[in-house]
Each structure stands twice: as C-alpha cells, then as structure tokens.
C-alpha cells in the first residue's frame, strides 16, 4: 500500500503544483508536508486557508485510503483553524479513527513549523474518506 | 467595500497562484471562480479536492467579510463533496445566513461548469468568518 | 413514503419523550417542531443547544431518507448555532440538497417561533444521510 | 472552577430531563454519561442520535468552558456517528485542543458501554466554544 499511496500521490498535479510531499504513510495514517512559499500566502503574508484546508483533505484521504486498502476520496470534512500558518513550514498529520467497508473516519492535526523546527498547531479536521467504488462523487 | 475586497483579493498570492478571479461581490455575498487547468487536477483528472476546499474557504470569507465590512479570517469550515469537478470552471457562490457584530455564519455552493456552460453542483460549504480584530487566529 | 416517515418518527421513543412533531414531510424535505418546555431549557432559560441539535439530526435524516426512499441514518452533520433558542417553539426545516444512489446531503435551518409567531434563524445545519443499507453504523 | 462546572451542569433542566450525569471534569476536559433508557431510543432500539449529539455538544461546551474560565457557549460543532448506541450507557470524554482568550476549540470521543463494561467508540465530535461574553448567541 505504501507504494501504491506514493503513486497516486505522485499522480495528483495539485499536489506536485502546490510543491507538497508525502512525508510518510502507515496502516491507517498520513503526513503530508508544503513549505510555506511567496505563492501559498494571503493577504498578511501567513499560509492561505486554501493550502491549509488542502493539507487537512489531502491528509485525510491518504489516512483512510490506506486503511480501507484503496483508492479513496473525501467525501466531506471540517476544518477549525486555530492559529496563523507562519514560519517555514506546514506538515499534517492525519490518522483513522474509524473503519468500515467501506468508509473510514479520520482526523488530521495540521502544524506549521518555523526553522528551528519548533512545531505549533495550527488547524485541526475531521472527515469521511470513501472508497471509489463506493461513491459516485469525489474529492481528491 | 467592493473595492476594498478586491485589494484584499488581489494581495492574496495564492489565489493569483491557483488562478482564481473573483467575480462577483455583493453586501453579504461573493462569487470567485477558477479554471480547471491540468495544475489543479487529481489522479484522475477532476479537480482536486484541495482546490474545490479553497474556493469554498475564500468565497465564504468574502462573503463574511462583506457582510461584516472589514477585513475577515475563515474560523472553521465544514465541505460535503457532492460530484466530480469536471469541466472547465469552477464557480463557488457564497453568501451570508447570519451576521452578528464579530462574527458572520456563512455558505458557500460550488459549482462545476462545462463548456457549453451548464452548472453543476459539485460541493457545499457552511462556517464562520471572523474579522480580524476579534480573533488571533487566521485562514485566509 | 409519507406514511412510512410518520411510522418511523413514530417508533422514536426519543422523538415523543422530547416532545417533537413531524410537521411536514415532502419527497426530499421535512419538518419536525418542538415546543420549548421548561424540561428543554439550559442554565439561561434557552432551549439547550442539545435539543436544537436533535432538530438538526432529526430533520437531515427524515429530509435524505425521503429523497433516498427508506429508512435511513445521519451519518455526519455540522450545526452552527446563530441565536438563543427562546420563543415558545422550535422548527426545523430540512431540504436535500444532493441525492445520489446510497446517499444524500441535506441542509437544515433551524427557527425559533415566538408567541405571535414570528420566527427568527437560530441554527443551520448540514449533513450526510445514508441509506440503512449502506452503511453498519447510525444515528437516528 | 469545577464546582462552578457542576452548578451549571445541575441548573440545566435537559440534562435532568435526560438524565446526564458529569461524570468528571478537569482543567480543560469533561465527561458527561447517560444510560440508554427506553426513552432515549429510535427506532431500531438504539440510542437515538439525537442523544449523541446532546452528549457531544454539552461535553464540548463544559472542557471549553473550563478552559476559558467561565460560562461558555456552544457556536458550532461537527459529529461523525461510527456505530449504533447500544449497550447500557453512553460516555462522552471531551478535551480542549486549543484555547485563545474568548474561545476554545475541544473535540469530544462519545463511547457506548455494555453491562460489562466494555468501551466501543460510537461518535467523534469537534466543534468550538466561546465565552458568553463574546457572543450574543449561545447554545447549550
């Protein structure tokens, strides 16, 4: 699975656009990482909602997809955002709370890291990752 | 105000990265689009998720800030992903449920459009935009 | 489908120990009320945000079971609540927002009715129905 | 602190009505329990989701509210249902993720226990809390 989980990710053009990294996959978990670039900003120089919430998606998508054992999608997910993303990094860590058939719920804590390599949380989600074959519909 | 979100708009680089244009601002709502170039697709060739989650986070801030009249930040936000994100454009169209004197509850719908510029609803959106002054957080 | 809602809402021991009527039910819609009790209040006289959130769950499953033609069960939502529950009623008014074979997405706004019957937003809610049959998990 | 948590705990006649319990409270957490009464049911017999998300809701409100040092309201949150309430009792164990000055966001794991005592995770909950001086509306 883990090589299967790079492939789709390195299938993914949004991902390679917005220059983020599958930093490690597990059974049921994922961390994805971007750096903190001029292009992924907003209007106060900080990482953009958009990057954030990609992060949190993406994360949570690669969480269930390995633990349902497939090509997975997000169905939905929310996103509390707690702190500005500064410094020179964002990472998400994403794990499953919850598996079905053909669903799994998962969540995704998503750090942003200055270059001391101090982490801060920045953001928290939760979702429903499903498999392709389940659902009609699509997100990642 | 117009003018104002769009100087806010326009200093966002991330929405000049993803190549999103806002279309349309009203006192409580907003309508920004992008196109789907191949940057912006997944594995298999919708737009990703990620992509579609920004659109929802920045329209709902707009149209949050509108309502509010300053300067805005997306607190939290919940997506449901409804169907693929084919065609050639996105269309998020947000506007405002409730606005108290800090804070505005809004949703967003997005819209895929093909080209013979039929919509179709791909995803929804609901959350609470904050303006600046009443929170340290940030999203967008 | 009407009859068989109404049987369903019947056989919630919850729903009649609450005290909630299904109002209404269309081939993707429903309203369920409640009359705000003494016994439904929280620590500032309100309605408490618990039995707002029945409405919420309630309404999404009774609106997607409808449009989904069975028996069906919530199997996420998000609620933002925007004012007090106060009045002497609450109302929720749930529309389908998106129906596909196994699942619906549904919102639900959520009203409180004063005396004279005038009726202000006090909640609104978005959230996932699934098909009884889809799904090992529920909630309603 | 926890004798003012449990003060308004008593003073909220749904949670009588209910029959809840506070379990526990800590400095930035709570537990509240029910027992799965004919009353609290749907109709397979289950707890209804309408009792989940009571649960989740006001173990939500009462971790950020110790968080924050004072009365405190529910403005949004977002539940995922696993599986089915069954069992003799329900627990929800909610923690404080991040706190700011008025607000705090907390996620809630709600678990059915059967009659010997074994934990099976049925919901997880986040959402945010806010201080009743820092938001006209409220909910629980």
Redesign the interface.
């Known amino acids: 699975m883990t090589e299967f989980a790079r492939t789709?990710f390195d299938?993914?053009?949004?991902?390679?656009?917005?220059g983020a990294r599958l930093e490690h996959v597990g059974p049921d978990s994922a961390e994805i990482s971007v750096d903190i670039r001029?292009?992924?900003?907003?209007?106060?120089g900080?990482?953009?909602?958009?990057?954030?919430?990609?992060?949190?998606?993406?994360s949570l998508?690669f969480a269930g997809g390995l633990a349902l054992g497939g090509?997975a999608?997000?169905?939905?997910?929310?996103?509390?955002?707690?702190?500005?993303g500064r410094g020179t990094k964002l990472l998400a860590r994403a794990h499953t709370?919850?598996t079905?058939?053909?669903?799994a719920?998962c969540?995704s804590l998503i750090y942003s890291i200055d270059d001391t390599g101090i982490e801060t949380?920045?953001?928290?989600a939760?979702?429903?990752i499903v498999t392709t074959a389940?659902?009609?519909?699509?997100?990642?």
């Open positions: 789709i299938s993914q053009s949004f991902s390679t656009f917005v001029s292009e992924l900003q907003q209007q106060h900080f990482a953009h909602g958009g990057v954030i919430s990609y992060l949190a998606d993406n998508t090509d999608l997000t169905a939905e997910f929310k996103i509390n955002y707690l702190r500005p709370v919850s079905g058939s053909r669903q719920v969540q949380l920045c953001a928290v939760q979702g429903t389940g659902r009609r519909g699509e997100s990642a």
